[in-house]
């Protein structure tokens, strides 16, 4: 039997939720109980001047912890059963172009995700798409991983995909994590997971003394790029970092990863920038240096597999990012801490 109604935070234009009970349409073949739903940096800049992806009026959330209310059946055969715990890839791929042909679905050509092009996690239910059911876009979870901690599934795979994408062996090289927020931490994680040498530049006191207790072997206060720069030539004997991570998306960092990036590196770009900004580089660093420059977008049901496991045996530990929890209701409170950086992630709990 469905529920008769779906109370959801509806985003009807920037900076403009309306808390109200949508209708649960009645070809909703899968819909899944929403558990936990966390606030992604994403969805902040979403909600305060909108995206290319979405149209409003939308239900934002795309880090989805969630129940299945009936038995479901995924192409590989695999049954889930009625009241499994899940988490949700937001990925729904065309299908038909050369990218899904070779089952890279981040790349396709024409992706639709949850909670940008339709109704995300930031409601009591989600309808999930054919498409994502056809990839395996449902995962389900051990006992062992809490809601909260499941939510944070999707981004810790998001950070995975930017570590396979390049065959770069990082044990006991240095990697420099630039941006000391939740995505920052969870790439330093990853990097200790590897033996890395790894530093993280951040902006706020709190979150690079967290990134210490995490493991970080340096953590450095970025109040001029010109000392930051010197400090980590210093600190690596010159050799600079062999994978440099731009977890922030603040377009200035990029620069400051081309020069703390060591020879035959890579600089990644991980996090999205502002709309519509171009950057000045000195294209002479990527060229005398042999850096790669790169970027990584999201992940694919199989990564995402991979970072449950992880979590799962407890080589990457999630909960201690989750610092606040809301009800569907205060969602304002939760985009709020969010964008003034107050703690680490919020999640929106649905009951
Ligand atoms: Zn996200
Ligand atoms: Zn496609």
Wanted: with cysteine.
């Amino acid at each position: 039997m469905l529920p008769q109604k779906n109370r959801a935070a509806v985003l009807n234009g920037p900076k403009n939720f309306q808390i109200k009970d949508l209708p649960i349409a009645d070809d909703s073949k899968v819909l899944l109980k929403t558990l936990s739903c966390a606030v992604c940096g994403y969805d902040v800049r979403v909600f305060n001047e909108g995206h290319r992806k979405v149209r409003h009026p939308i239900v934002l959330g795309h880090e989805i912890c969630a129940r299945t209310l009936n038995t479901l059946k995924l192409p590989d055969e695999k049954i889930i059963p009625e009241n499994t715990r899940v988490i949700v890839s937001p990925l729904i791929p065309c299908l038909n172009c050369y990218y899904c042909s070779i089952g890279h679905f981040n790349s396709c050509n024409s992706l639709s995700e949850i909670g940008s092009s339709v109704n995300g996690g930031f409601a009591d239910y989600i309808n999930i798409p054919q498409n994502n059911l056809l990839i395996n876009g449902i995962i389900p979870i051990a006992n062992n991983i809490s809601d909260d901690e499941a939510s944070l599934i999707e981004p810790l795979s998001c950070c995975l995909n930017a570590h396979f994408n390049f065959n770069l062996q990082t044990h006991g090289e240095f990697v420099i994590i630039i941006g000391d927020g939740p995505i920052g931490l969870i790439h330093l994680q990853i990097s200790k997971l590897y033996n890395a040498k790894t530093i993280v530049i951040g902006k706020i006191p709190s979150r690079l003394k967290e990134a210490k207790s995490i493991g970080a072997d340096m953590v450095l206060l970025n109040n001029d790029p010109d000392e930051t720069i010197k400090t980590i030539l210093e600190y690596t004997s010159r050799k600079g970092g062999k994978l440099v991570i731009v977890a922030t998306s603040n377009p200035e960092a990029v620069d400051l990863a081309l020069k703390v990036a060591g020879k035959n590196s890579v600089v990644n770009l991980f996090a999205g920038m502002p709309k519509n900004k171009i950057l000045e580089i000195d294209p002479n660093l990527l060229h005398y240096n042999q850096i790669s420059l790169s970027g990584s977008f999201s992940s694919t049901p199989k990564v995402m597999k991979k970072a449950t496991d992880l979590v799962q045996e407890k080589k990457i530990d999630l909960k201690r990012l989750i610092t606040h929890r809301f009800s569907i209701d205060e969602i304002d409170k939760a985009f709020y801490v969010t964008e003034v950086y107050d703690g680490l992630r919020s999640v929106i709990n649905s009951f």
